[in-house]
């Protein structure tokens, strides 16, 4: 498979992904481009990034979001991936970056083909 390369710490073989999360900068980066994110949005990415291309379930990004607190977030917590999810595809608009909803599983990243 062309999409692995070795992994720089283990020598395994892993994905190579087309875009990387800035967890420090709150940014994500795709085709040289920088799109600044939350803080919590970066929080909200972090299992998207982590299962690409797979899904991740929405208690992963519950728990990224909410897991060091003791309460486990708002009432309205399990409500908070879509929200997150609706103002970051606005924000993807225009780059190859997209985000799916997977019925009665979670969400995933999408990255579009390039266009010449």
Known sequence: MSDLHPCPCCGQPA?????????KGNSIHIDGEAIHVTPNEVRFLIP???????????????????GDRSDGGPITADKIPYVMAAHLR????GTRLGLIGVWGTGMRIVVKEKTT
């Open 90 to 93: 606005k924000r993807f608009a």
């Open 15 to 23: 994905l190579e992904k087309p875009f990387w999360l800035d967890v």
């Open 48 to 66: 998207l990034e982590r299962h690409f291309p797979d899904t991740a379930t929405k208690s992963q990004i519950i728990h990224s979001l909410y």
